[in-house]
């Protein structure tokens, strides 16, 4: 397949590989990215805005409270593993006044409302990974949707055709998966993190993919939580599933530069990469080869969850399950690049608590 990134600068091509597990880690240092996109565009009309099941309102600071209908768990009220996301503790966060928030009624409705990007008016590009992954959530792991804190299930600017959908699944034997979706005239990006319950320690599960003009790249892996031989060990039909599908979907294991992933405990050697262009695109590409690919990996990653040993409550090897956690999300969160992109788009404070309190939530010692 020809590069799509010959175009590129080396540092965005670069940048690229390093927001994979990251927007969540890393798109880049804004300048080179926000040359190369907004270069001789002009922003698309916002009017396909924000969709219609969610309530809006003007983020001049929400009133404060201890805790809400939101708080504590799913659907239902049920009580999850590891506990609920809290709620954000600064008053201020959404101070500009150009900020909307909707917050689901009730966890009602579809987990991604909008029918059409902002940017042109044409498709969401990753969509059908979010709604995939939801609906295996729901209904094959038994998991509910969770509260997102502050209310952020979906944050508006008009002003800059931007915004993003967030959702939060959490379950027994799954502690929480974070759900993003970043849409902006400039790219559009899909990424989502899944960790087990203090319980289990299988690996976790980490995509992001991106649209950025004409040029389309996606990663996912099987995380491992532990380094070591042991750990390896224990999970290695896990890491096989994910080699099998990858070895039937050739396209998807494309070469990955080193630079980022040497030496990083986070990454296993099962990675599937891609990255595409208007031909593969027009191709079909993600009809024909990413769609049928994820899908077997959510059908995978139901099994490991669902074969998992337990460790015993209070043991030592929960409490090691909570550090290494927070241990991923400081290694993410050390090496994250996309605040200046959240920054440009929704403002500093937003993009600040956003990332420390949603994005890398365990890192900062959130339970």
Known sequence: MGCPFA??????LLSCLVLFFQFGASFLSPKPLLASLQRGRSLADASAGVGSSSRSRAASPPPHHGGSSRDGGGRGGSSRSGG?????????VLAPPELQLQSDEGFEGEPLAWTESLGSGGPLFFADLLRTQASTLEFELA?????????MDTV????RRSRVRNLIYTGDRVRKVRMSYLDTPD??????VAYSAPGHDFPLLGLSAMAMGSVRVLALDLQPLFP???YAAKYADANAKLKAIRNKYPQLGEELRKDYYKGSPFFSDSMMYARWGPKEEADGFMDKVVMPAFRECMQAYVEIVNQAPAHAPGSPTEQAVLERQAEFDRFH?????????????????FADTYVSDFLFAYGGGQR
């Open 7 to 12: 175009q590129l600068s080396p540092l965005l």
């Open 84 to 92: 609920g996301p809290r709620m954000l503790g600064v008053s201020d």
């Open 143 to 151: 998991l509910g949707r969770s509260p997102v804190p502050r209310c």
């Open 156 to 159: 508006c600017n008009p002003e």
């Open 187 to 192: 790219m559009q990006v899909y990424s989502t």
């Open 228 to 230: 070591g031989e042991d």
């Open 333 to 349: 969160a050390e090496r994250e690049q996309v605040r200046p992109i959240l920054t440009s788009k929704f403002g500093a404070s």
